[in-house]
Each structure stands twice: as C-alpha cells, then as structure tokens.
T-cell receptor
C-alpha cells in the first residue's frame, strides 16, 4: 500500500463543473503540498498546508490531520485547469528535514 | 517562474555514459532537493543538501551522486547510465531545514533520455 493515495486517478469534467481531488496518507507529516504538473512537465506548487483550509483564486485546499486526508477543490473549472495534480506529504528525515513523498497524481481533463 | 533554474532542459545520451545535471536554487534558499520522475515509479525523492552538506538520502542509486557547491548550486551526477534511468529529474529548493516546514519550489526539470 502506498503511503500516499490519491483519487480519482483520472477525471474528465465539463467546463464550469466543481472538481474535487482527494488525498489520503498513512504516515505522520508536518505539512502537505498540492502540486500541478502541465503536459510540458514543469511542476508548480499550488498550496502547502498543515491545518485547516487555504484558498487561492478558484482553488481551495483543505486538510484534516486527524483523519490523514486532504482535498483539492476547483470551482468553475476551465480547460486551462487540465493538468496532473499531485499530492505530496512532507515527512521528517533523520535530521528533521523535509522529505516529500508523492501520490501517483490525478489527471484532470476539462472539456470546453 | 519559481526562481529555481535547471540545465540542461533536455539530454539524450547512450547507455554506459555519464551525465551531470545542474540546479541553481532560488536566491536565499539553502536547501536543494533532487527528485526523479519516471513513468513506472512516479516522483521519488533522491537526495537533499543543505548549505553544502548532504542531509537526507532517498531512493538514490549508488551510480548516482550529488553535491552542493559554496555558491549553493547543486549538481546531480548519473553514471553507467541504463535505459531505466530515462526520466525527468527535478530540483527543488527551500529556505532552510530542521525547524518547522519550509515550502519547496520546483525547477523546470531536465528530461534525460538514455538510448
């Protein structure tokens, strides 16, 4: 079983729909990243959060530390949101430094 | 633009060869992380350096090595290359280490193709 599980693996939706991507993890973490990767390959950090909720434009990320679960929501989805969304948890290495463990990603396609 | 730069963008080489990937962190960042993204393994943490010292190792092969120089740029050396080493290699940087959690910012990646 992977330490970080994402669902769904693939998601296709119509433009304007509300999107939810889920991430569950099994290890203790200090924080969680949501990352976006476009077809060109570059990775952009959308959020880093350790509790509660963060909002940036049409994107909302929530985390429940007790339940070891996070969600990424996209409101009023647009074709430019089409990308792979990756959940990454920030654990602790021997020196107390941050080591990211990644989920397998959710491929989102928004149809005009 | 995250402020992290990586060169080269693309690299094509043959099995058995050795290559060096370069990363310059964001201004002021002391930590550099290397990640490998392959089709079958996804994104994996390879190694972390902080202010010139190795701080953490992940799934890095013995054929791979890295270092961080006094100007804080880092190089990832891959030797005796195999077909399975073909992947995207990302570098990320963060402010510091140890206390609290520091957001990591990713470079654009180097796509390595081993023929």
């Amino acid at each position: 079983k992977n330490e970080v599980e994402q669902s769904p693996q693939n998601l296709t939706a119509q433009e304007g729909e509300f999107i939810t991507i889920n991430c569950s993890y099994s290890v203790g973490i200090s924080a969680l990243h949501w990352l976006q990767q476009h077809p060109g390959g570059g990775i952009v950090s959308l959020f880093m959060l350790s509790s509660g909720k963060k909002k940036h434009g049409r994107l909302i990320a929530t985390i429940n530390i007790q339940e070891k679960h996070s969600s990424l929501h996209i409101t009023a989805s647009h074709p430019r949101d089409s990308a792979v969304y990756i959940c990454a948890v920030m654990g602790r290495t021997n020196f107390g430094n941050e080591k990211l463990t990644f989920g397998t990603g959710t491929r989102l396609t928004i149809i005009p | 633009d995250s402020g992290v730069t990586q060169t080269p963008k693309h690299l094509i080489t043959a099995t058995g060869q050795r290559v060096t990937l370069r990363c310059s962190p964001r201004s002021g960042d002391l930590s550099v992380y290397w990640y490998q993204q392959s089709l079958d393994q996804g994104l994996q943490f390879l190694i972390q350096y902080y202010n010139g010292e190795e701080r953490a190792k992940g799934n890095i092969l013995e054929r791979f090595s890295a270092q961080q120089f006094p100007d804080l740029h880092s190089e990832l050396n891959l030797s005796s290359l195999e077909l399975g080493d073909s992947a995207l290699y990302f570098c990320a940087s963060s402010v510091g280490t140890g206390t609290g959690y520091n957001e990591q910012f990713f470079g654009p990646g180097t796509r390595l193709t081993v023929l």
